[in-house]
């Protein structure tokens, strides 16, 4: 089994899983994973979910031939995808987000299904209570949704379920080991051919570089939102202070089973169900941001996109420009971990943005001179 892990002070370890989640005392994040990585509980094609949630998806790009996604689309581009990905554990005496990058799954997985163009899969983790839900997730949620028979021509299923299967999974882990109890938010976006599709539980956030301008792929699921709280309060929690039931600044996360009133296995007001946004990518969308809330607690999205397209217009490179995000994120004072993964669709680095000349000649007129000659004239009187 091929594992590469980085420590968050450089270092490499490997972690022996038999039959256990990863070991939550190892401050690691994942940078790849292979076809072989095991999964510690087998995923179910079980889909539950609270009625009133609702996923905000569009599915028209996606054919409904069996086994193979395809896209009518006149324009010739397909993404040339390169990823990087950085993590610090910043201020915090714990590391707990994890991640996860793959460029092309069909060949890692080695995987019979036909897709028409790339096939990649990217994911940030922000642990909460311990790491043991982040590391969980990271080594589950991929191969839940590439093991599911409707993959890949039904992706708002698959991914829905692939979360909710591994939240359950998790239930079952801590319920046989009660020292795994802890929590993640989790954000992960998938590239299809030319579609990209993103699913977010939580306060992570993907934003997107159209042509210099960024484009917001996930809501932040705030308890204080207002579709949020309708929904918390539907189901029978509160938003107190800006908190879930006063305990949890998230409204939507994998794991925090052990907490009382957030989740039973007939829904509660903590959902592990994601928000889901597609969207088909074009010659001008340059690159993708994937961060934990630490960078947005620091960055505004169009700041974070600004920042990113300076310095990949320098070096191209995306993992230097995740830990150029990280390291800016510091040197402004955040106060979490941080962790950002950058993928370009592009070979070539964002061009040069030119301002669009003016349509409007605007010059004086002779009465016009007159006047500021005759103003400039009483000056010196």
């Known amino acids: 089994m091929e594992e ?23 401050a690691t994040v ?82 019979k299904k036909h897709i028409d163009g790339p096939s990649a899969f990217y994911a ?20 839940c949704i590439l093991e599911d028979e409707t993959f890949p021509c039904d992706i708002e299923r698959t991914v ?16 046989l080991d009660a020292t795994l109890a802890s929590g993640t938010t989790a954000l992960a976006a998938l590239v299809i051919g030319r579609l990209l599709v993103v699913a977010n539980a939580g306060d992570c956030r993907a934003v997107l570089c159209h042509h210099g301008k960024a484009v917001e792929m996930s809501r932040d699921h705030k308890p204080a939102c207002s579709k949020e709280k309708k929904r918390i309060e ?9 908190y879930l039931n006063g305990q949890l600044n998230v ?18 007001p903590l959902s592990a169900e994601p928000e889901l946004m597609t969207m088909k990518l074009t010659a001008e969308d340059e690159f993708l941001i994937i961060g934990c809330d630490g960078i947005w607690d620091v960055f505004r999205s169009q700041n974070a996109v600004d920042f990113a397209r300076r310095r990949l ?19 402004r004072k955040s106060g979490d971990n941080l962790s950002a993964v950058v993928v370009c669709f592009q070979q070539q680095p964002p061009p040069n943005l030119v301002a669009p000349r003016s349509r409007v000649h605007r010059s004086f007129s002779a009465e016009g001179l007159r006047e500021l000659q005759s103003f400039l004239d009483g000056l010196h009187n």
């Open 124 to 143: 940030v983790f922000d642990g909460h209570g311990g790491k043991n839900a982040a590391d969980f997730a990271c080594h589950h949620l991929l191969k």
């Open 313 to 331: 217009q320098v070096h191209n490179d995306p993992t230097m420009c995740s830990k150029d995000l990280v390291d800016e994120a510091l040197k």
């Open 251 to 268: 409204a939507r996360a994998l794991g925090d089973w052990h907490m009382e009133g957030m989740k039973g296995r007939d829904g509660g």
């Open 30 to 111: 994942y940078r790849q994973i292979t076809r072989n990585d095991p999964l510690v509980l087998p995923c179910k094609n079980s889909l539950v979910r609270h009625s009133s949630l609702k996923i905000e998806v569009k599915l028209s790009d996606v054919s409904a031939e069996p086994g193979r996604v395809s896209e009518e689309c006149q324009s010739d581009f397909l993404p040339e995808l390169r990823s990087g990905a950085h993590a610090d554990i910043g201020f915090r005496s714990t590391m707990e987000d994890a991640y996860i990058c793959v460029d092309n799954f069909m060949q890692n997985f080695g995987l």
């Open 160 to 175: 829905t379920s692939a979360f909710l299967q591994t939240d359950n999974a998790f239930a079952e882990a801590c319920s």
């Open 234 to 242: 539907a189901s029978g929690g509160y938003v107190y202070d800006g």
């Open 4 to 26: 590469i892990d980085e420590g968050v002070n450089g270092s490499e370890s490997k972690n022996s899983f038999e039959g256990l989640p990863p070991n939550p005392t190892a």
